[in-house]
């Protein structure tokens, strides 16, 4: 029984210190996961929604301490039992998020080892047998050291995860998983190799063949049977291999403009997922960041799902010379765990990212004469109406003199502020007779 304890003890405990640093490192990331347990669709708590960031911390720092408790063999009895607590938890959140099918990802090893709900509530189901075993053995659970070196290592490792969760905090994680990573590159991301596995499914079709439902079984083609059609079910054997990045996108109000931004050589973007939360003096930072940037011959953008108006008051109130484009919200926080943080980008590889608070490590060596955005000639035209209505040049020139009664002609001077008629040259209005 004792080599047994001891085994589990090794295994629970050092698996719990590994998922919880995996966690640790990241604390933002797993906020996020939290955020989604207590949304409508999943657990519908939320009054703990606002409180997602500091319970994220406390379950991380409490994992790794527990797991180097049960290592060293501090306070047993308190370990082990808080320890099976814990894993009774997330053992039914995981079976709740299997279950019911509201999450695809359960978080326990965050962007490291994202792992499906029945792969995480499997692996629960085994690590709360071994925590039984422990608690079944508890009494061969002792220290390894004397009391005082066992009270200073618990001490130090409890200190080490406060400042380490600290740390990642106010900069950003230490080992960065996720597809936008330094050296990674955003457009080969977004796509599959040739060889990448397609979805394999089977369909179940129901046609009425002399007056009896029959099934008739195809991978997907429609079959050929000379009855009734009923229905269909269809039941997906294998799923298709998806791409490490699948909802990046920059748009603007009128175009996509992906593409064009993942072509450019020497590009700088500012991510503020919310401009609503964004930290004021991580705004002022990245001010003079991105003002040093095109001096040195950086275009510069930024990206953020906040609407217009939220826009153009963040670019007025900080004097900011650089304009935002739409991003999904949930695409910048993953992007960048800083609200705002910014990174530097070559036809699409990721060069350097940095948080709000390290903007001066950022590499923003000299590439070019300062940055001047293009400017674009809009084409003005004359655009014609008859009773209010738009028309043609060829419209006007067909009417009859006798039908028209009144012509208004409005030239620039008229127009500006009227945003109908805001690329209009002029603007002739026909009325006619009744």
Not at 292 to 298: E, L, V
Not at 425 to 432: A, G, N, Q, R
């Amino acid at each position: 029984m004792n080599i047994l304890v001891q085994i589990c003890r090794i295994l629970v405990g050092g698996l719990f210190i590994f998922s919880g640093m995996i966690k640790l490192n990241d604390p933002l990331g797993f906020s996020y996961k939290l955020q989604e347990y207590f949304s409508l669709e999943v657990l519908d708590l939320p009054v703990f929604l606002p409180y997602a960031l500091g319970i994220s911390v406390v379950v991380v720092v409490l994992e790794v301490v527990l797991g180097i408790f049960l290592l060293i063999g501090y306070k047993s009895k308190f370990t082990v039992y808080t320890i099976l607590a814990m894993i009774v938890f997330f053992t039914f959140l995981t079976f709740y998020a299997a279950y019911f099918e509201v999450v695809k990802d359960c978080g326990c090893f965050g962007d490291f080892l994202p792992m499906k709900p029945w792969e995480s509530f499997a692996k629960d189901v085994v690590l709360l047998v071994l925590i039984l075993i422990l608690v079944a053995g508890l009494k061969h659970i002792k220290p390894f050291l004397k009391t005082l070196p066992t009270t200073i290592i618990a001490l130090l490792g409890f200190v080490f995860s406060l400042w380490f969760g600290y740390h990642v905090l106010t900069h950003l994680p230490v080992w960065d998983f996720r597809a936008y990573k330094v050296g990674d590159n955003i457009a080969a991301n977004m796509t599959l190799p040739e060889n990448a596995q397609k979805e394999v499914s089977e369909y179940v079709w129901t046609f009425k063949v002399n007056g009896d439902d029959k099934e008739f079984k195809t991978s997907g083609n429609y079959p050929t049977v000379d009855g009734e059609y009923v229905g269909y079910e269809k039941t997906v054997l294998v799923e298709a291999d998806e791409p490490k990045i699948f909802d990046f996108s920059i748009e603007s109000q009128d175009e996509d403009l992906t593409q064009h931004f993942l072509q450019v050589d020497n590009l700088v973007v500012v991510v503020a997922y919310n401009l609503n939360y964004t930290n004021v003096q991580g705004m002022k930072n990245i001010k003079i960041a991105t003002d040093k940037a095109i001096a040195n011959g950086y275009q510069v953008i930024g990206l953020t799902a906040s609407g217009e108006d939220l826009k153009a008051k963040t670019i007025k109130d900080y004097g900011l010379n650089f304009e935002f484009y739409l991003c999904d919200e949930k695409v910048g926080k993953t992007i960048v765990r800083s609200n705002p943080g910014i990174l530097t980008l070559a036809k699409g590889t990721v060069l350097d990212k940095e948080h709000y608070n390290d903007v001066d490590d950022l590499n923003l060596h000299k590439v070019g004469e300062p940055y001047v955005e293009p400017v674009v000639k809009i084409e003005k035209e004359t655009l014609y109406f008859i009773n209010d209505s738009i028309a043609t040049k060829l419209d006007i020139d067909a009417l009859s003199p006798d039908n028209i009664e009144r012509m208004d002609v409005l030239k620039d001077s008229l127009l500006l502020g009227n945003e109908a008629y805001k690329n209009a040259e002029s603007v002739i209005k026909i009325t006619l007779k009744k």
